[in-house]
């Protein structure tokens, strides 16, 4: 039994940061209806931010996360305000070439710029951790996972609650009648894009404290994060926490009880059940084209 527990803790911890991660391409579908391709190397981006700034000025990771939020938001809202934003309106499928492309351009500079070797950041709690009744709790862990859950909530209370984020929202379901309203949808695509890319660079710096870091890093993320939020609800943010934290449990259960090499193969098994039989997610509130 305490096995069992000890891996939902496990998994519980690790669904908050992939929930973290997935809300940002969660809200960029759901707005602009684009599958972000190179999500995943923002999440690269925000964990070799925090590697450098803790390694060259020896800063503390969980400081960093300021840093990455700006310079993701920026990165992310450039991209889209000069790139993207001339596709956004065309077939889906140009907007996959378009964002496969950058996914290679980001990952291939990398990879020049910083070289293949794996990294790590490694401070002096990275192996800490409390014990309750048995269980044992990473201090980094738990309070990534406080984190995560904070910023999940407070993008859906933004989203709810402020002007841009009532625009985003209107933006979302007809594009045409908030243009006609005075919305400049093309601003605000480009503000949910560097808003995306800012919470994804914030989870990948929370990342980079057990979780090792190389260019090349970024696909597989970005599979993870697609069948996360299709998981919970493509399009509808609260869902990627569902989504996450259902996965991350049955990772964790599978790795502990089956083989680690498993918990990707259920990973897309689960996918697949999931558009057959409830293709808008959980909660039955995800897109669905």
């Known amino acids: ?38 999500h995943g190397e923002m999440v690269m981006l925000g964990a070799f931010i925090t590697y450098f700034a803790f390694t060259l000025f020896h800063i503390d990771p969980f400081v960093t996360l300021p840093f990455s939020i700006v310079l993701l938001f920026v990165f992310g809202y450039l991209v889209q305000k000069v790139i993207i934003n001339r596709v956004v309106e065309s077939p889906p499928m140009i907007s996959y070439i378009l964002t496969f492309g ?9 990879l020049w710029a910083w070289s293949a070797d794996f990294r790590t950041v490694t401070t002096g709690y990275s192996g800490m ?12 862990r738990l309070v990534t996972f406080g984190i995560a859950l904070f910023v ?6 933004f989203l709810y609650k402020s002007e841009t984020g009532r625009a ?45 870091i190389f260019p090349q890093m970024g696909l597989p993320y970005t599979i993870l994060a697609f069948c996360i939020v299709v998981l919970g609800g493509m399009g509808y943010v609260p869902g990627a926490l569902w989504g996450g934290l259902i996965l991350g449990v049955i990772q964790s259960v599978t790795a502990t009880y089956l083989n680690a090499g498993l918990s990707g193969a259920l990973t897309f098994i689960l996918l697949f059940v999931m558009l057959v039989v409830r293709p808008a997610g959980i909660a039955g509130k995800g897109i669905i084209e």
């Open 102 to 110: 950058i996914h290679l351009i980001v990952a291939y500079s990398a």
């Open 152 to 157: 999940v909530m407070g993008l859906y209370l």
């Open 168 to 212: 985003i929202r209107a933006t979302a379901q007809d594009k045409e009648t908030a243009r006609l309203k005075g919305v400049n949808i093309h601003h605000i695509y480009a503000v949910t894009f560097g808003i995306g890319a800012a919470i994804t660079g914030m989870a990948g710096s929370l990342m980079s404290t057990y979780f090792i």
């Open 1 to 38: 039994m305490s096995l069992f527990l000890q891996s939902l803790i496990n998994g519980i911890l690790l669904g908050g940061i992939y929930a973290a991660y997935s809300a940002g391409f969660s809200l960029i579908f759901g707005v602009m209806g684009v599958v972000n391709l190179f």
């Open 129 to 140: 951790n409390a014990n309750v009744h048995g269980m044992i709790i990473p201090y980094a």
